[in-house]
């Protein structure tokens, strides 16, 4: 916030009236208010801190868990390219995990915290990932839908007024603009392949369209935060509207693959100048947020159980981390303390 940290206006705000609390606030209203960045050291509501970490929270979860859907491909992916491209991919989703975890400390939220909420079922990660991947086409349904619906969702989250989040999501959006390409150019080949291909694609799709709708949230009358968020600048657009705005993508894209999507209801209207689209399931969204999904189970179980397999790794790191620490014991440092 280029205004004023919190201990600036502290001190401007002691003499006024209105006391430090409501000078503070005042000061941060202004900073959103004129679209400038909240930091870290600056003032902020409570409620907007943790509304963030709720959020960012929920965003690195979901680029974790969505690790495993795809990841469940990789030795089977029908070719060296779709290997390397596959293995990239699910690479870069555990490095969209790291940014946020580490824009979420920021926040004065650990990482270890935030994994000990998720993995007691105690924080959410985005419903899309509680559907099993069936066939190699889903590999390609995922990223030309799910994360087509992520950039969207997004994109505009770029210019969310917490900056350390901002700032994560420019790289983050770069790099889905790749995972969606690929997707897009996977399910290209095989809908321009045999019968037999051309119908596992349609058949992804057809499995993946309606939880691809679902990732954008609730209806807006039943959107709890939205809001607050939008009225805080971290969210610039209702889930409806970039609901609206990626069916409004996906129809030509559709078009262009030679694939149907799977909604008898959806047709151009030209009064709005946008697509009609059917009504979307929200008791099956419930559902999967209550951990009913066909894979809840198996997700939170495969996280649980890396989680503990990969102690050693976290521990190493600790070792070595506090072995380069400057200042640190010139035992330790040499690697000859015992302890
Ligand atoms: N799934 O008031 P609302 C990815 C929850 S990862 C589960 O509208 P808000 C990728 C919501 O949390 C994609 N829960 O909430 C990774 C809230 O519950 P709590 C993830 C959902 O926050 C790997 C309640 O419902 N992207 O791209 O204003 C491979 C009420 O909802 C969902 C993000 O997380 C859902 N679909 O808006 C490939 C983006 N929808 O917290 C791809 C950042 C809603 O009160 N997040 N809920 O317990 C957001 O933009 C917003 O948090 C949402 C929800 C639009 C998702």
Redo the contacts with the bound molecule.
């Keep these: 916030m280029a205004a004023v940290t919190a201990s600036q206006t502290a001190q401007t705000a002691a003499g006024g009236e209105a006391g430090p609390d409501a000078a503070l606030q005042a000061a941060f209203d202004a900073a959103v208010a004129a679209d400038e960045r909240i930091e870290p050291r600056d003032w902020m509501p409570d409620a907007y801190r943790a509304s963030l970490v709720?959020?960012m929270a929920?965003?690195a979860h979901?680029?974790i868990i969505?690790?495993q859907p795809?990841a469940n491909w990789i030795t089977r992916a029908p070719s060296l390219r779709r290997k390397a491209i596959l293995m990239a991919k699910v690479q870069d989703?555990a490095g969209?995990g790291l940014y946020l975890y580490s824009a979420a400390e920021t926040l004065g939220t650990g990482r270890e915290e935030l994994l000990d909420k998720l993995h007691a079922g105690r924080q959410?990660?985005?419903?899309?990932f509680n559907y099993p991947t069936l066939t190699w086409a889903d590999v390609g349904a995922?990223g030309w839908l799910?994360?087509g619906a992520?950039i969207t969702?997004?994109v505009p989250?770029c210019r969310c007024s917490y900056g350390p989040y901002a700032r994560a999501m420019v790289r983050i959006c770069k790099e889905?603009s790749f995972?969606q390409r690929q997707g897009y150019e996977l399910l290209l080949a095989l809908s321009n392949g045999t019968p037999a291909q051309h119908e596992m694609a349609q058949d992804a799709v057809n499995r993946w369209w309606w939880p691809s709708l679902?990732?954008?949230?609730?209806p807006d009358d039943a959107?709890?935060?939205?809001a607050q968020?939008m009225a805080w600048k971290i969210?610039r657009h209702s889930?409806d509207e970039l609901r609206q705005r990626f069916v409004d993508i996906c129809v030509p894209q559709a078009e262009a693959l030679g694939l149907t999507l799977p909604d008898p209801d959806l047709r151009w209207n030209e009064e709005r100048g946008r697509h009609d689209f059917g009504a979307i399931d929200w008791t099956e969204f419930q559902e999967v947020?209550k951990g009913n999904g066909p894979c809840n189970e198996q997700r939170l179980t495969q996280r649980r159980r890396a989680h503990e397999e990969g102690a050693w790794v976290r521990e190493a790191a600790a070792a070595y981390a506090r072995k380069h620490t400057p200042g640190a014991d010139p035992a330790v440092r040499n690697g000859k303390a015992t302890a």
Aim: aromatic content about 6%; overall charge negative.
């Design positions: 709720r959020q929920q965003h979901s680029e969505g690790m795809e989703e969209h959410r990660y985005s419903s899309i995922i799910v994360d992520a969702n997004q989250l889905e995972h679902m990732m954008f949230g609730p959107s709890a935060h939205s968020s969210k889930n947020l």
